[in-house]
C-alpha cells in the first residue's frame, strides 16, 4: 500500500509531501523496521536523509545521493546549512543549523533554509523533519526557482519603475542632447576650418577643405568657391560633381546679387543653378554665402543640395567660415605675393652671383693672358739671343783640336739645347693654355688638353707623385679647351695638395653612349663627408689663409655645367678623393 501510493505521488507537486508525513506518523517503525523499510522514499523525486540518535545517518534516498553527492558526514552537511531562527541555546554551536534543530527537536519541524555547497552556489529548501521514536525523517524541497522567482519579480517592479524614470530623463537628455550634437558639430566644423586656415597658407587647399566640410555637413552634391570679377563670379575651386570647370565667369539674378550685396547669405529651391546653366530636372536647394573682407565682397560660396531642409542655426556658421574665410584668402596671397617676390630676389641674388663669378674668371683669364703675353715676349727674347749663340757654338766645337775639350763643350752644347728647346716648349704650351683668341667652341683632343695641363704643373709632381694615366680612344670633343683646361688644372692642383708626400694621381678618360668622361683620382687625405656638400660653394676653402680663394671648384663646376655637363666627388678620409666629370658630346 505504502509502494503504491508513494509511485501515484512521484510526479505531483509538493503537497504529496504530507502524505509521507501522514504515513511516516502512522507506520509503527518499533515493528521490523529494517534498513529496507526506508527504500520506498527512493521514488520521492525531492532528497530524503534518515537520522537516528544525534547523528548517525541510517538512510540516504537517491536524488539525496545525486543532489549532494559530495556528502561526506551530517556533521560538514549540516553546517553548510543557515535559517533564520536563533536558538535558545546559544552556546551549541550546532543548534545554529537546521538539520541540528531539527534533530533535536521534540515535535516535527519545518523551515525554510539555504545551502551552500563547495562552490559556494547557494540553493534553497523548504526542510520538513519527521519525528519517529529515535529517527529522524528529513524531508528537503527545493524552492530556489520559487525565491528566485519572487526575488526577480521584486526586482522587475523595481526596475519598471526605474524604467519609467529613466524613460522620462531619457527624453529630456535626448532633447538637451540634440542640442549639444547640433552646438557641438557647428563648433567642430567652424574649428575644423578655423585649424585648417591657420596651419596653411596655400589658397586652393583651405578653400578645398572648407567647401568638404561644408557639403559633408549640408549633404551638398557641388559647393565651390567663385572670386568676384568685374560683371560676375570665377570659378576657382570646386568640390563634388563637377559643371562647369575653373575659371567660368558666372552671374546670378538681380535680387541674388542685391542679398549678396547687403551681406546677406541667398537660400532658396531653384532649377537654375546661376545664368545660362543647364536646368536641373528638380528643385534644389541652393544656398549662396557672400565672402566679404574690409566691406569688400571678394567672392561667393555655392552649396547645392538635393535635401528639403530648413536652415535655422546653420546660418550662424555659414556666416562664421565666411568671415573666416575672407580673412584667410586675402592673407593667402599676401603671402602667395611675398613669397613670389622672396623667389624672385632668391633668383636675382643667385643670378647676380654666377655673374659676378663669371665676371672675376673672365677678368682672371684675362689678366692671366695678357700677363702670359708679356712674359712670354720678355723670355723669347733673351731664348732667342741664347738660341742663336748656341748654334754658334756648336758650329765652332768641331774646330777645336784638343780633344777632352771637345767633348765638355759638346756635352754642354747638348744641355743647353735641350734647355732652351724646354723653355720654348713651356712659352707655347702658356700661350695655349690662355687662348685669348678662343673664345667659340672648338674642336679638341681632351687628352693632349689634359697632357697639356700636366706639363703646366709639372713643378706640382715632379719628384714627388705618379702620374698613371689611363686614356681611352676619345674623339674630337667639341668644347671652350681654355676653360676645361682651367678645370683639369684647378682639380690637378688640389689633388697635388692633397697628398702629403709621396703619392699617385690616376687619369681616366673615357668614351661611353656619347659621354665623355674624365676621372682624376688621388690618394691624399681626403675629404670629410659633412664638407662633401660644401666643396663647389664660392668661399669656401679648405686652405690656409692667402693660399686658396675659395673660387677654383665653384668655377669649374659652372664651366662643366657650361658644357651640359655635372662633376662630381667620392671622398673618403684617409683614403683618397675622386672628381668624376662627364659631359654629354
Do not use: W
Not at 197 to 224: H, P, Q, T, V, W
Not at 237 to 258: C, H, P, Q, R
Not at 322 to 343: C, D, M
Not at 537 to 553: A, D, H, I, R, S
Request: glycine share 4%.
Amino acid at each position: 500500500m505504502i509502494l503504491s501510493m508513494a509511485l501515484f505521488f512521484k510526479y505531483k507537486n509538493h503537497k504529496c509531501l504530507f502524505y509521507f508525513i501522514s504515513i511516516a506518523r502512522n507506520f509503527d517503525l518499533t515493528y521490523n523496521f529494517s534498513m529496507k523499510k526506508f527504500d520506498f522514499f527512493n521514488q520521492y523525486r525531492d532528497p530524503v536523509i534518515v537520522v537516528r540518535d544525534y547523528e548517525k545517518v541510517v538512510f540516504k534516498n537517491n536524488t539525496f545521493c545525486r543532489v549532494f553527492k559530495n556528502f561526506d558526514d551530517i556533521r560538514k552537511f549540516a553546517h553548510q546549512m543557515t535559517f533564520d531562527m536563533c536558538p535558545v541555546d546559544s552556546e551549541n554551536v550546532d543548534l545554529f543549523s537546521p538539520i541540528f534543530q531539527a534533530i533535536v527537536s521534540k515535535e516535527n519541524f519545518f523551515a525554510r533554509v539555504s545551502y551552500s555547497d563547495s562552490m559556494n552556489h547557494i540553493s534553497f529548501y523548504d526542510l520538513t523533519a519527521v519525528k519517529r521514536g529515535a529517527y529522524t525523517i528529513i524531508f528537503l524541497v527545493d524552492v530556489s526557482s520559487e525565491i528566485l522567482l519572487k526575488d526577480n519579480q521584486k526586482e522587475q517592479e523595481v526596475y519598471k519603475d526605474k524604467l519609467n524614470r529613466l524613460e522620462e530623463e531619457n527624453d529630456e537628455l535626448q532633447k538637451i542632447r540634440q542640442k549639444a550634437q547640433a552646438q557641438a558639430i557647428r563648433i567642430a566644423l567652424i574649428n575644423k576650418v578655423s585649424n585648417i586656415i591657420r596651419e596653411s597658407m596655400d589658397i586652393s587647399k583651405i578653400l578645398n577643405s572648407a567647401l568638404r566640410e561644408l557639403a559633408i555637413m549640408f549633404g551638398c552634391f557641388r559647393a565651390y568657391y567663385a572670386a568676384a570679377v568685374d560683371g560676375g563670379f570665377s570659378i576657382e575651386e570646386m568640390y563634388g560633381e563637377k559643371n562647369a570647370s575653373k575659371n567660368t565667369i558666372i552671374s546670378f539674378d538681380s535680387l541674388v546679387m542685391k542679398q549678396l550685396g547687403m551681406d546677406k547669405i541667398s537660400i532658396s529651391y531653384s532649377l537654375m543653378e546661376y545664368k545660362e546653366a543647364e536646368p536641373f530636372k528638380q528643385s534644389v536647394l541652393k544656398i549662396i554665402v557672400p565672402v566679404f573682407h574690409l566691406q569688400k565682397m571678394i567672392g561667393v560660396l555655392v552649396l547645392l543640395s538635393y535635401q528639403k531642409r530648413e536652415l535655422n542655426d546653420e546660418i550662424e556658421i555659414l556666416d562664421a567660415v565666411s568671415s573666416q574665410l575672407g580673412n584667410a584668402i586675402i592673407r593667402a596671397e599676401l603671402y602667395q605675393k611675398n613669397a613670389k617676390n622672396i623667389k624672385d630676389l632668391k633668383a636675382a641674388l643667385n643670378e647676380l652671383k654666377e655673374t659676378q663669378l663669371q665676371l672675376i674668371n673672365s677678368e682672371k683669364m684675362a689678366s692671366l693672358g695678357q700677363l702670359v703675353a708679356g712674359v712670354a715676349h720678355e723670355i723669347n727674347t733673351p731664348v732667342a739671343s741664347i738660341k742663336s749663340n748656341n748654334s754658334i757654338i756648336s758650329k765652332i766645337i768641331p774646330q777645336i783640336e784638343q780633344e777632352d775639350i771637345k767633348q765638355m763643350l759638346m756635352e754642354i752644347n747638348a744641355i743647353d739645347s735641350e734647355a732652351i728647346q724646354r723653355i720654348s716648349n713651356i712659352v707655347v704650351s702658356l700661350k695655349k693654355f690662355v687662348r685669348l683668341d678662343e673664345s667659340e667652341l672648338q674642336q679638341a683632343d681632351i687628352n693632349k688638353e689634359i697632357d697639356l695641363t700636366l706639363d703646366l704643373i709639372r713643378h706640382e709632381t715632379k719628384n714627388r707623385i705618379e702620374i698613371e694615366k689611363n686614356y681611352g680612344q676619345i674623339p674630337l670633343v667639341k668644347c671652350y679647351p681654355n676653360m676645361l683646361n682651367q678645370v683639369f688644372t684647378n682639380i690637378l692642383v688640389n689633388a697635388c695638395q692633397a697628398i702629403e708626400g709621396q703619392g699617385k694621381i690616376n687619369i681616366t678618360t673615357e668614351y661611353i653612349d656619347d659621354n665623355l668622361i674624365v676621372k682624376i683620382k688621388d690618394n691624399g687625405k681626403g675629404i670629410p663627408q659633412e664638407n662633401l656638400n660644401k666643396i663647389f660653394t664660392v668661399g669656401y676653402t679648405t686652405k690656409g689663409v692667402g693660399v686658396g680663394t675659395g673660387l677654383g671648384l665653384a668655377i669649374s663646376q659652372k664651366i662643366i655645367a657650361k658644357h651640359n655637363g655635372t662633376i662630381k666627388v667620392v671622398s673618403s678620409v684617409g683614403v683618397g678623393t675622386e672628381f668624376i666629370i662627364t659631359i654629354k658630346c
